[in-house]
């Protein structure tokens, strides 16, 4: 092999994890006169799009009544607001039920995309 032959496969192997993993989403089930849902909206909403887990897992809302997107597959419906669903690809991986507090969210938030980024 010629050296830019051996760079150019590094930089395919490289590559190849990024184009392989599945994306992450991470769905939001509220509904109007939540006030755990007002709280997260006061305290995490501004800043989640520039966090490594808004990088990681955007964010997608819907309400609690309304039909799933297409292509989301849910372990279960949603019941509470907020509720914070990890997708893969458009499939489960992890909930959070209600809103915990800035303090406990960001870290239940990272549990589940590094666990969902291991798989």
Avoid at 6 to 35: K, Y
Wanted: aromatic share 8%; net charge negative; hydrophobic share 50%.
């Amino acid at each position: 092999m010629t050296l830019r032959s051996l760079a150019l496969a590094a930089m395919l192997a490289c590559l190849a994890p990024a184009v392989f993993a599945a994306e992450l989403e991470l769905l939001m089930v509220e509904q109007p006169g939540c006030v755990y849902c007002a709280r997260w909206n006061a305290e995490v909403a501004p800043e989640y799009p520039i966090t490594a887990e808004g990088k990681a897992a955007p964010l997608r809302r819907i309400q609690l009544h309304a039909a799933l997107p297409d292509g989301v597959t849910l372990t279960v419906p949603a019941v509470y607001t907020p509720t914070f669903i990890l997708l893969a690809d458009g499939v489960e991986q992890g909930r959070i039920e209600g809103y915990p507090g800035e303090d406990f969210f960001w870290p239940l938030l990272a549990g589940m995309i590094a666990t969902a980024q291991a798989r």
